[in-house]
């Protein structure tokens, strides 16, 4: 068995590397124990942060070799970042160094105190068993994963085009709830979500905005059918258009089951820690970060064909001015309000390696983690407040938009052609790219709402908007100053 080599960082976490044939992948960096006795000299009282504050720490004691014994802190909640003097003495009586075994049995936890008004016992979601959250759905008692999903499924028009290739009785639990839609979709009006509680997009946005109700013009019979009209303007998506959108899908990498072979191993670390231990990313994994993402974009960029037809200075160009929006929209859509840790991270990191982390912190008793959404704030530096509360607002307006990779390819292919403010020698050519695309995106919506023509106009129109919105949020942030962690 290759010897394992332990270390602690500055914040007092001991991590082993293992050496492994496969670069890049997250069992390459096992955390361990997290806290030792080694910290028992310094008396500073930690001084919590203001993210995830209600998260505190139980102190358990763990049965070690017969050599040593000592009390170690474990986490059975994510744990906020702690600045480099945070802890008093767990142990005031052993001061020295020790080392850290590489298994070790823990006892039963402390119990933790339940606080007022908190449920006594968790719900679980009665379409996949998944903790439930703390409010019925659409009159459901069901997770935010099932209530964003049963959303989708009637916003889209999509729930009547269901059908189980069984016998219409699947059994739905969190690993296969993505397997059939029509059972996963029985089971949500089973437990009493209703269709008639989910808002229409027009609605959702009179209601956040404060406008009230629509008003419609009953006068006016014709008006009913003009959005109807515009969509059916450019018409449905064919099979040959259907088969190259596609292809842009399987080029952009949307469903590659691993995607960290690229991310430096202190990435990968920087945001276990994040997850785990409710960490901000550091400065250095910010820009790793971003990093990783424009050289992911510049790659697939020079496969298209579109992109290989226009001249060389006008393809530099669009890399060097529109990669960085197109890296800034896809960061916002890891924040998408409807999306739990797992979901957030397998854009970046691929379905297998977040499964692969999830066993892992699971392994190692880090509790919270069903309930876990991170918010861009540990991700990245805020400006102030006044700009934080616009930046927020802009974020979750471009990631909440695209409902699929379709949606989401397309968009980011208007986006990359799109000519404003740069230039360009062949301007008309670019232009007639990015045409293109947003004629592939609007048939693309038209087919996917034929029942509700409306939503494919007003979501259309909301899509093109975006490519303004990412370069709004790109700005601001340029001027964030990258503060040191």
């Known amino acids: 068995m290759m010897e394992q080599q332990y270390y602690l960082d500055q914040d007092g976490v001991a991590y082993a590397i293992v050496e492994q044939q496969q670069?890049?992948?997250?069992?390459?960096?096992?955390?361990?124990?997290?806290?030792?006795?080694?910290?028992?000299?310094?008396?500073?009282?930690?001084?919590?942060?203001?993210?995830?504050?209600?998260?505190?720490?139980?102190?358990?004691?763990?049965?070690?070799?017969?050599?040593s014994s000592v009390n170690l802190l474990q986490r059975p909640t994510i744990l906020p970042p702690r600045s480099d003097s945070f802890l008093p003495a767990i142990d005031q009586e052993s001061r020295q160094p020790l080392s850290i075994p590489t298994s070790?049995?823990?006892?039963?936890?402390?119990?933790?105190?339940?606080?007022?008004?908190e449920a006594?016992?968790?719900?679980?979601?009665?379409?996949?068993?998944?903790?439930?959250?703390?409010?019925?759905?659409?009159?459901?008692?069901?997770?935010?994963?099932?209530?964003?999903?049963?959303?989708?499924?009637?916003q889209s028009g999509y729930n009547a085009t269901y059908c189980c290739v069984r016998d219409g009785d699947c059994e739905v639990t969190l690993k296969t709830r993505k397997n059939c839609q029509f059972c996963r979709y029985k089971l949500c009006l089973a437990c009493g979500m209703k269709t008639t509680w989910v808002l229409t997009e027009e609605e959702r946005k009179q209601k956040f905005e404060g406008r009230g109700k629509r008003k419609r013009n009953s006068e006016d019979p014709d008006g009913e059918n003009i959005d109807g009209n515009l969509a059916t303007i450019t018409g449905f998506i064919n099979e040959e258009e259907m088969l190259e959108v596609n292809d842009l899908v399987k080029t952009s990498g949307y469903f590659e089951m691993s995607k960290v072979n690229d991310m430096e191993t202190s990435l990968i670390r920087d945001i276990i820690r994040?997850?785990?231990?409710?960490?901000?990313?550091?400065?250095?994994?910010?820009?790793?970060?971003?990093?990783?993402?424009?050289?992911?974009?510049?790659?697939?960029?020079?496969?298209?064909?579109?992109?290989?037809?226009?001249s060389f200075k006008d393809r530099e160009e669009i890399l060097d001015q529109n990669i960085p929006f197109v890296?800034?929209?896809?960061?916002?859509?890891?924040?998408?309000?409807?999306?739990?840790?797992?979901?957030?991270?397998?854009?970046?990191?691929?379905?297998?390696?977040?499964?692969?982390?999830?066993?892992?912190?699971?392994?190692?008793?880090?509790?919270?983690?069903?309930?876990?959404?991170?918010?861009?704030?540990?991700?990245?530096?805020?400006?102030?407040?006044?700009?934080?509360?616009?930046?927020?607002?802009?974020?979750?307006?471009?990631?909440?938009?695209a409902q699929d990779a379709c949606e989401y390819v397309l968009l980011s292919m208007v986006l990359l052609f799109c000519p404003d403010m740069i230039d360009l020698l062949e301007r008309r050519r670019v232009e007639e790219?990015?045409?293109?695309?947003?004629?592939?995106?609007?048939?693309?919506?038209?087919?996917?709402?034929?029942?509700?023509?409306?939503?494919?106009?007003?979501?259309?129109?909301?899509?093109?908007?975006?490519?303004?919105?990412?370069?709004?949020?790109?700005?601001?942030?340029?001027?964030v100053p990258m503060e040191e962690n």
């Open 23 to 67: 670069a890049g992948s997250f069992q390459n960096l096992q955390t361990l124990v997290e806290v030792s006795s080694i910290l028992a000299g310094q008396q500073d009282l930690y001084q919590p942060s203001d993210i995830q504050s209600e998260y505190t720490a139980t102190p358990v004691t763990l049965s070690l070799p017969h050599t």
């Open 104 to 117: 070790v049995v823990q006892e039963a936890p402390v119990k933790k105190p339940r606080k007022r008004g």
């Open 120 to 154: 006594a016992q968790v719900r679980p979601c009665k379409v996949c068993g998944e903790r439930a959250g703390k409010h019925s759905y659409y009159g459901g008692e069901v997770c935010p994963s099932c209530r964003a999903f049963f959303r989708r499924s009637v």
């Open 274 to 310: 994040m997850i785990a231990f409710s960490h901000r990313l550091p400065t250095t994994g910010q820009k790793q970060l971003k990093d990783v993402l424009g050289k992911r974009f510049r790659k697939i960029a020079k496969k298209l064909r579109e992109f290989q037809l226009l």
């Open 327 to 401: 890296v800034e929209m896809q960061i916002c859509t890891f924040f998408n309000p409807d999306l739990m840790w797992r979901e957030q991270f397998v854009p970046l990191m691929g379905q297998e390696e977040v499964d692969k982390l999830d066993k892992k912190l699971k392994s190692l008793n880090v509790a919270g983690l069903d309930d876990l959404q991170v918010q861009y704030s540990h991700m990245f530096n805020q400006p102030d407040l006044q700009d934080y509360k616009q930046l927020q607002e802009a974020v979750k307006e471009v990631g909440g938009w």
């Open 433 to 479: 790219m990015q045409l293109k695309f947003a004629t592939l995106l609007q048939k693309y919506l038209n087919q996917k709402h034929q029942t509700e023509p409306r939503v494919s106009v007003s979501r259309f129109a909301s899509g093109l908007n975006l490519v303004t919105k990412c370069k709004e949020v790109y700005r601001m942030v340029a001027v």
